[in-house]
């Protein structure tokens, strides 16, 4: 796992804001704010970049849960389509990559089936705002009720519930 864009402090990071990982045959790119899943500007870069990194084909076919990407995707030339319900393994099967807004994925079995979806050779890029989860989840703690956050613990990355600040001078 490493750091894709970190957070510094007195030239130091200290926070990584995004961060990815290589596991079994698949990747994963997750980032600490769903506003890194847009497609305006710079962050639609860096978006397109992810789906670059994660794919193991030429012609990737793209589902989206969570994300209004379509459009981008397909100006893109990547064929997409919505994701409804749960990420679960005959779901994730179909796509080669999944763009996910995970802020509510609070079951282990989603996410246990996502771990499977990577190793087995699927791309994945998420995005939730960690600091946020126990706000939008009825008071529920990040690290005992957020499924994909376990799972996502042996690829060697997690969604944390710390945030970074910056002060003007």
Not at 135 to 149: E, F, I, M, P, Y
Request: proline fraction near 4%; charge should be negative.
């Amino acid at each position: 796992a490493f750091p894709v864009i970190a957070a510094a402090s007195n030239g130091k990071p200290e926070a990584a804001l995004c961060a990815a990982a290589e596991f079994g045959k698949g990747r994963a790119v997750i980032y600490g704010h769903p506003n890194y899943l847009k497609s305006n500007d710079s962050l639609g870069v860096l978006l397109l970049n992810a789906v670059r990194w994660t794919i193991t084909v030429k012609q990737p076919f793209v589902g989206c849960k969570d994300v209004n990407l379509g459009t981008f995707l397909q100006a893109q030339g990547l064929e997409s389509e919505v994701i409804d319900g749960p990420l679960l393994g005959q779901t994730l099967n179909r796509y080669d990559v999944v763009i996910a807004d995970v802020q509510n994925l609070t079951e282990e079995a989603e996410g246990q089936a996502v771990q499977n979806y990577i190793k087995r050779g699927g791309g994945f890029i998420a995005a939730m705002t960690g600091w946020a989860f126990s706000q939008t989840s009825d008071g529920k703690t990040l690290n005992l009720a957020h499924g994909l956050r376990k799972a996502l613990m042996p690829i060697g990355i997690a969604f944390t519930t710390e945030s970074s600040a910056f002060a003007a001078d």
